[in-house]
């Protein structure tokens, strides 16, 4: 191949990634937006002083021996939710979280993003909570789809994150090429 012939091999080549690029960007720019001011609240969710991320309150003891039934605190919870926010709400549960260390269980609910902290030993309410952090991740991976189109699966999660992952790697490998094909066809040229 002569040096004209792959001079212009190169610049097709940086035509078609900057054409890429381009079209991609464009199309996918509101879900990079969503997906970059989300990850970015979700590394800060620790750090915002209870807005994003609840405070985990603590319990009377640690001991387990002392604490109530899982089933009697899973009770307990239901009541204070229905009770406190809506009779309408599934008790449904996505997990418990057990922090011992804080004497302290955390019941977390599937349809809804409603959360209830009580002390492990009493049933005592600690704390009850919007958990924002949960939806903002639903947002940054695709879950909510899935959620508000009653999807028992979570396929279109999996299609939104593939999408953004190939996207983003394409955005990757066609940026990269663009600057280095500009760099290497400017030091040619000097």
């Known amino acids: ?22 079209i991609l960007a464009i199309y996918l720019f509101i879900f990079f937006f969503i997906v970059s001011i989300s990850g970015l609240l979700l590394g800060w969710k620790k750090h915002s002083g209870g807005i994003i991320s609840p405070k985990s309150y603590i319990g009377s003891t640690t001991d387990l021996a002392k604490w109530l039934p899982i089933d009697s605190l899973n009770k307990l919870a ?3 939710l229905h009770d406190s926010i809506s009779v309408n709400l599934s008790t449904e549960l996505d997990r418990i979280d057990i922090r011992k260390e804080l004497g302290m269980v955390k019941f977390v609910y599937i349809n809804h993003y409603w959360g209830i902290q009580l002390d492990g030993a009493t049933g005592g309410l600690l704390n009850l909570e919007k958990r924002r952090s ?19 699966k ?6 939104y994150s593939t999408l953004m992952g190939i996207a983003l790697l394409v955005l990757n490998i066609t940026g990269f090429w663009l600057w280095y094909g500009s760099k290497k066809n400017y030091n040619k040229k000097n």
């Open 1 to 22: 191949m002569t040096p004209k012939n792959y001079h212009k091999k190169q610049f097709q080549t940086i035509r078609l990634f900057r054409k890429v690029h381009k």
């Open 78 to 80: 239901s009541n204070i």
């Open 154 to 159: 979570t396929y279109i999660k999996l299609i």
């Open 134 to 152: 949960d939806f903002i991740e639903n947002v940054h991976d695709g879950t909510i789809f899935d959620k508000y189109l009653g999807t028992n």
